[in-house]
């Protein structure tokens, strides 16, 4: 199993989006991520079922995405959240997902994300990227700091390419998280 994860972006895609998502489990990455910020909550649902049956062919964990209701009513055991959702989840909903992400941008944040139950997080933006274009990105100080500071795995998000993954897992990172590169390829 690799070190990646891909967060989902349909619209980015040239082809197929579930064709696109066959060909990414087919590598085995560590997980998918389903982050599908502009569709409905049914939409999304409807997504999420064709989705999850790829994944489960592959052996890869399909990561839900935001909608805490779908995720259980899926019951898929792996869902992401921002901030905010975290926090207002229940220890019931939480103790739920085997596998519970939050997106993090801070040491405090990571520091309270573990305290929260949280089995990993993500971290960023590390690197410059076209999605944060003109925000100046965290570095590689930053991702070190968080990883020195939690003992769960932490990806790193943000510009991660083939090229510098090397950097993040140096820095502690469990691995990286990848967006662009994965949705646009051919």
Known sequence: ?????????????????????????RTSPKGIILREKDLSEEEYKKLAVDVMNICRRYGVPCILHSFVRTALELESGAIHVPFPVLISMTEAEKKAFPILGVSCHSVEEAGKA????????????????????????????????????????????????????ALVKNAGAAGGCMMSGLMRQR
């Open 114 to 165: 573990k305290e929260l139950g949280c089995t990993y997080i993500i971290a960023g933006h590390i690197f410059e990227t076209d999605c944060k274009k003109g925000v100046p990105p965290r570095g590689l100080e930053f991702l070190k700091e968080v990883c020195d500071t939690i003992d769960i795995p932490v990806y790193a998000i943000g510009g991660i390419t083939m090229d510098n993954i």
């Open 1 to 25: 199993m690799s070190d990646i994860l891909c967060v989902t972006n349909r619209k980015l895609c040239k082809k197929n989006f579930l064709v696109r998502i066959e060909e990414i489990a």
